[in-house]
């Protein structure tokens, strides 16, 4: 079990009413909950000079990152900052740790246990996603990079479920490696039985699409040149079915067109099933492979028009609306993780280089974004949740507390 929670005493001088009412009627379920999930997670320093509860560190970390922390001053003053409150369920006996013990703690807590607690968090989280996109990319934090030492900026790939805006995982890409070999480790993570797995380019390889079928899970993969004989195929056919306007071809189509942002675009998926098609180029490596995907976006800017064309590989049928949502909401990891990451917590900014401490703090930062996507009383940016989690305890416990199994409450999904 996990040592560092527990009722710490409060004085008069740190006591007041409404911390009292919250610590009494909020933060022993807190408590329990949150013990649960770090019951499993090893404190790596020795029995020696030790002042502070490991867990109480761990919390106040999560706690200050859900609020927008970006390093470990920024840790520490929001533990400062909440001192009171934290000290009503956490056990604090040398009060706020100071920023330092926040960075040796988490340059040397195991990436691979605190992967666990997240997944502990997770499981209580989502117990049934059901079928849903989930999008798979790579993202390279970029501060993390120290050419002193000679070390590689941290690259990781990661899955998001993209209706219930969920981060569900990552695996670090290894030097010397790429996210052919990340990828595969990061689906045998995950249950994506009966779920629609999209993948960029770089994914679209023979032994990445068995895998996922195997896993009992659909794929919808981006073909770009990395494939030069299959995308030069698929290329040409479509050239051709177009000029004939596809006649004696069944094929299925769809067209949305969406203006914001003084920008209008519009696209047009085309799927037609492989049967309908000539022998493609070592299509019998491709596992459950059943249809052909052209999707045409033709952008409408202020000062110019921009039309791209892209191809994908799937093995669903060839039903163009149901396609054509998957490879929108791939994009989902893109806007709605990446993104915040970089602009809201600063990701890319981050100067946390050594040890495991980048790869851990990239999980914290991610699971922060997990919690304030589940509280949606608040219908402002994550951004805007942050910042108001930073600084309202009562906030915070409703972020805290919206973290329930999604499937009894769907509304908030």
């Not at 195991?110 to 989280?125: G, H, I, N, V, Y």
């Not at 806007?335 to 946390?352: C, K, M, P, Y």
Request: proline fraction near 3%.
């Amino acid at each position: 079990m996990a040592k560092g929670f527990g009722q710490a005493s409060i004085s008069d001088k740190k006591s007041s009413k409404s911390s009292s009412i919250i610590a009494a009627v909020d933060c022993e379920q807190i408590q329990k909950q949150w013990a649960e999930h770090f019951e499993d997670l090893t404190d790596p320093r020795g029995s020696q000079g030790v002042l502070h509860p490991f867990i109480s560190i761990v919390m106040i970390a999560l706690l200050a990152t859900i609020g927008g922390a970006k390093g470990w001053e920024d840790i520490e003053t929001y533990g400062v900052s909440h001192e009171v409150w934290l000290s009503s369920f956490l056990a604090l006996p040398f009060g706020i740790p100071r920023a330092d013990t926040y960075r040796r703690l988490f340059e040397r807590i195991s990436p691979t246990a605190l992967k666990q607690s997240f997944d502990s968090w997770l499981s209580s989280l989502v117990l049934d996603l059901g079928a849903q996109v989930i999008p798979i990319d790579g993202k390279t934090v970029k501060g993390s990079k120290d050419r002193n030492d000679s070390q590689s900026a941290l690259h990781l790939v990661g899955a998001w479920a993209s209706e219930h805006r969920l981060f569900l995982g990552q695996v670090k890409v290894e030097d010397k490696s790429n996210e052919i070999t990340a990828i595969p480790a990061l689906l045998e993570l995950l249950d994506i039985s009966g779920c629609i797995i999209t993948i960029d380019a770089m994914g679209t390889q023979h032994e990445i699409a068995h895998r996922i079928v195997t896993l009992g899970a659909d794929y919808v993969l981006a073909l770009k040149a990395n494939h030069p004989t299959l995308h030069a195929q698929v290329k040409q056919w479509f050239e051709t079915a177009q000029a004939s306007d596809f006649e004696g071809i069944e094929y299925s189509n769809d067209v949305r067109v969406e203006s914001g942002h003084h920008r209008r675009e519009k696209r047009q998926v085309t799927a037609v099933s492989i049967d309908q098609m000539s022998d493609l180029y070592k299509q019998a490596q491709w596992s459950g492979l059943q249809t052909i995907v052209r999707v045409v976006r033709t952008r409408h800017l202020w000062n110019k028009t921009t039309t791209e064309v892209m191809f994908y590989l799937s093995s669903l049928p060839p039903d163009a609306q149901q396609l054509g949502k998957a490879i929108r909401q791939h994009w989902s990891i893109e806007n709605q993780l990446h993104w915040v990451l970089d602009v809201t917590f600063g990701e890319d900014a981050s100067r946390i280089r050594k040890g495991n401490a980048p790869e851990n703090i990239a999980l914290l930062k991610r699971w922060s974004i997990n919690l304030l996507n589940q509280e949606t009383s608040f219908k402002r940016s994550t951004r805007q949740k942050a910042k108001r989690a930073s600084m309202d305890v009562t906030y915070l416990l409703k972020v805290l507390n919206a973290s329930i199994p999604l499937h009894s409450n769907p509304s908030d999904a």
